[in-house]
């Protein structure tokens, strides 16, 4: 009887956990407005550092683009100050002032300005295609400014209003009259608060980013200022920004005098009909002096900058390589070409592909990656039957690309070759630890190593692995840190060891690539803090005894989920609480009762799950472990500081960023 007294008392809240707590309904926050953005901004621009703060300014230029894509504008004056502000200026049709119907008492522009969700890119009817998809751009602006002001000039009239951190100062005002004026200015500062005292644009990183619109659009015009002091010879004072060659003018100016492969680039423009769609690129090759042994590939959709890539550039590789196959066959040399991969096409390439999509599809908020299938379609249906024309005309040129990529080719299956006896040398040589699964390839090109906590992890992890390319290496818990470790002591872990036995190689100076017998490292640990530490823990051992893999980007993150969402025959998986939210709002809307179960750790998940989220190629997702240029100095500084022998320097480092540190319940 006790015990069942004690149960209604908890589930009548007497004297239960939560009451105790003083957890109440009065603890629920429900963010408003803009509010979601200034207390998570990374949600929306990815962070708050020197990448984020220029995000800013690319968000205000793709609307100015989307006039111009559009046909609305064809002038865009960008200017920067010395007092931090920077202001984008179109002569498109102008934001539309009046009222607003769902909104009576605020006009159009106020509702874009401050709510999410907002403008005229959601139907179609306002723009076919534009790079701003989901109408949090200007308004995110918005909510990162302590200072926006903006400018609207339409129907021969001036309109101006301004906002600090989200909010209007006041009501939208009618300046005047303005015969010879139209479209749109914004004016602002990012806020200080959330970027910090000492966020300030980069002058030639904003001057590039305006520079690279005027190449994607050859019917706009650039107008650049930028304040005296401000200025340099990567960002002058005043430019006029206009390129009607396009992407080829782009790359021209890339490739200066090196020679290239062929006389004449590969360059072409075709749009859909109805303008729904359009396709524009510019290639050319060069044997050496870009300082990168695959060349370089820029992608863009509507004007957006893809750096990850994504469908159009797939399109692209798989235009060129199976044209390039065609004319191989035509010429009598099929058997040699047979071996071409889109690799070896792209290897001493410059690539160039810019996309126009009415509904394009990206990855993240922050658009790096383009994941729509018919870009694919577009782009390789585009650039194949130009690209056969091309080498048509020119049959000692196409002779000499075809020579040259089908060296490429040899070289790579030589090097291969190579790999595998070495490769196969070492694993007889090698005494491999006994709880290593390898694999049962022998070729280096394609295979991974995951290092996985405990046996229970590494169980299933064994099961839902690819056994022909993936191996998998239980570690026995938190490994030994070997920032703070001596050398005698490190010699001496086994874990470590086993460690230098799976990956064939030795640490330090004596540390070579070539013997690697992996080409990934992947660190899978669970989705939780101790799996953290036990990642920091790995990294610290990699960037310590082996920089060079990181420098040559073989290290990975695996990121498994840490829930799992069903209902009905619906499954989805969330990588953390926000994306649970997210997808609970998103994707789970019909009726039923939604299951939400959350993962203890990889060695709880079922093989096939665990094989669907973390590690099959085909659905997973990987972050791989980089330094960025010049930091190899700050890394060092931060590991000593974070893992190494002196607890009164991480002491320092916390009371230096306690503030910074949020606690969400």
Not at 82 to 90: I, K, L, R
Not at 399 to 409: M, N, S
């Amino acid at each position: 009887m006790a015990k069942a007294k004690r149960e209604d008392d908890l589930f009548a809240g007497k004297g239960g956990p939560a009451a105790e707590s003083g957890y109440t309904a009065a603890d629920i926050e429900v963010l408003e407005g803009l509010e979601p953005v200034r207390k998570r901004p990374g949600m929306y621009i990815g962070g708050t550092d020197e990448r984020a703060l220029h995000h800013l300014f690319a968000e205000v230029l793709d609307n100015a683009m989307d006039e111009a894509v559009a046909g609305f504008a064809d002038r865009i004056d960008v200017s920067l100050e010395a007092d931090g502000f920077v202001s984008v200026n179109d002569n498109g049709r102008g934001i539309p002032v009046d009222a607003h119907p769902k909104f009576k008492t605020k006009s159009a522009l106020e509702v874009i300005l401050t709510t999410l969700h907002s403008g005229g890119k959601f139907s179609g009817k306002a723009y076919k295609t534009s790079g701003g998809l989901h109408g949090v751009g200007v308004s995110v602006v918005n909510a990162l400014s302590d200072v926006l002001e903006v400018e609207v000039a339409r129907d021969r009239t001036l309109y101006r209003q301004e906002y600090s951190r989200g909010a209007p100062k006041g009501k939208l005002k009618e300046v005047g009259a303005t015969p010879n004026r139209r479209g749109t200015k914004i004016r602002f500062r990012p806020d200080t608060e959330i970027f910090g005292e000492r966020a300030r644009f980069r002058p030639a990183r904003v001057f590039a980013m305006a520079r690279s619109k005027a190449y994607l659009h050859r019917g706009v015009t650039i107008r650049w200022k930028c304040a005296a002091e401000l200025a340099s010879e990567d960002a002058p004072e005043e430019a006029v920004l206009h390129f009607p060659g396009g992407l080829a003018d782009f790359l021209a100016e890339q490739f200066g005098t090196r020679k290239t492969v062929t006389d004449q680039m590969f360059s072409g423009r075709i749009e859909r009909e109805g303008g729904h769609g359009a396709a524009e690129w510019a290639v050319a090759w060069t044997a050496a002096g870009f300082g990168e042994a695959d060349g370089f590939s820029r992608s863009y959709c509507n004007t957006v900058p893809t750096p990850d890539g994504g469908t159009h550039e797939a399109g692209l590789r798989a235009a060129l390589t199976k044209g390039l196959r065609a004319y191989a066959e035509s010429a009598g040399k099929a058997k040699r070409a047979a071996a071409i991969s889109p690799d070896d096409v792209m290897a001493g390439a410059g690539a160039m592909i810019s996309v126009f999509l009415a509904n394009p599809e990206f990855q993240g908020q922050t658009k790096d990656r383009l994941a729509n299938p018919e870009a694919a379609r577009l782009v390789e249906q585009a650039v194949r039957d130009p690209f056969d024309h091309w080498l048509a005309a020119a049959p000692k040129e196409a002779e000499r690309l075809l020579e040259f990529v089908i060296e490429r080719a040899e070289e790579r299956l030589r090097r291969r070759k190579e790999k595998e006896v070495s490769r196969k040398s070492a694993m007889k040589k090698l005494r491999l630890p006994g709880k290593l699964a390898d694999c049962s390839g022998a070729e280096q090109e394609g295979s991974e190593l995951f290092l996985v906590e405990g046996d229970s992890a590494g169980g299933s992890a064994k099961q839902a692995r690819d056994r022909r390319s993936q191996a998998v290496l239980p570690l026995r818990g938190k490994i030994l840190n070997v920032a703070s470790a001596s050398a005698d002591k490190i010699g001496k872990n086994q874990e470590i060891s086993d460690l230098l036995l799976a990956l064939g190689v030795q640490t330090g100076s004596k540390f070579d690539l070539e013997t690697l017998r992996y080409e990934r490292v992947i660190i899978m640990t669970d989705a939780d803090v101790d799996g953290a530490h036990i990642a920091s823990l790995l990294i610290t051992f990699f960037y310590t005894a082996m920089p060079a893999l990181i420098d040559a980007g073989r290290l990975y993150l695996a990121l498994p989920p840490l829930y799992r969402l069903s209902q009905g025959g619906k499954t989805e998986y969330a990588k953390d609480e926000a994306d649970r939210d997210r997808l609970l709002k998103e994707e789970f809307t019909g009726r039923g009762k939604v299951e939400i179960s959350r993962f203890k750790g990889l060695g709880e998940m079922m093989p096939a799950q665990l094989k669907e989220t973390t590690m099959d190629p085909a659905t997973r997702t990987l972050a791989r472990v980089t330094l960025a240029d010049g930091a190899r100095a700050e890394a060092g500084k931060l590991i000593e500081t974070l893992m190494g022998r002196k607890p009164e320097l991480r002491f320092q480092y916390i009371q230096d960023n306690a503030a910074f540190a949020e606690l969400d319940l």
